[in-house]
T-cell receptor
């Protein structure tokens, strides 16, 4: 079946940039989502990119897509302690969205 | 703002019990989903529904069933709970085709003793 891989943990210092990477196998993905999950809560849509785009910027967030290599990344500039959460990569194509295992971001003050 | 409400945040049940998890959404979404979330495994799809009275198996349907009698409500049923069903259960909904963003409830942490 289709697969999504992410590293499980990332630790950064407050004020630094965070980069969370994701590789996926489903080449029919038309939307590629990033969701954020804060402790004790469900997932919230953070941002997304269409499959025909290479880059999307949204305030402190930058999403890069390399469709040839099926590689997606999320960059958070000026990372804050409030960014500590689990981030899920979720390519969506056809009727299915596949979620990665999630990357837990730790932000050190 | 879309609201997906799961009936319980925490639930403790015994092995062999029949367990009902309820989910309600208020945005007239066609699609509803049930996932379980386990550390290191991410979200795994149990069942989904794209219309009232319609249901489709996801990746891990064994030991579960679902019911969608009304558009806004999607129930997950554990027919005979077992300890390996201890997990966080997340409900989500979306409109239109399956690749639209999903809106999630806050989850139900279920413990089976």
């Amino acid at each position: 079946g289709e697969d999504v891989e992410q590293s499980l943990f990332l630790s950064v210092r407050e004020g630094d940039s965070s980069v969370i990477n994701c590789t996926y196998t489903d080449s029919s993905s038309t939307y590629l989502y990033w969701y954020k999950q804060e402790p004790g809560a469900g997932l919230q849509l953070l941002t997304y990119i269409f499959s025909n785009m290479d880059m999307k910027q949204d305030q402190r967030l930058t999403v890069l897509l390399n469709k040839k290599d099926k590689h997606l990344s999320l960059r958070i500039a000026d990372t804050q302690t409030g960014d500590s959460a689990i981030y899920f990569c979720a390519p969506a194509g056809g009727f299915k969205t596949i979620f990665g295992a999630g990357t837990r971001l730790f932000v050190k003050a | 703002d879309v609201k997906v409400t799961q009936s319980s945040r925490y639930l403790v049940k015994r092995t062999g019990e029949k367990v009902f998890l309820e989910c309600v959404q208020d945005m007239d979404h066609e699609n509803m989903f049930w996932y379980r979330q386990d550390p290191g495994l991410g979200l795994r799809l149990i069942y989904f529904s794209y219309d009232v009275k319609m249901k489709e198996k996801g990746d891990i349907p064994e030991g579960y069933s679902v019911s969608r009698e009304k558009k806004e409500r999607f129930s997950l049923i554990l027919e005979s709970a077992s300890t390996n069903q201890t997990s966080m259960y997340l409900c989500a909904s979306s409109f239109g085709t399956g690749n639209q963003p999903q809106h999630f409830g806050d989850g139900t942490r279920l413990s089976i003793l």
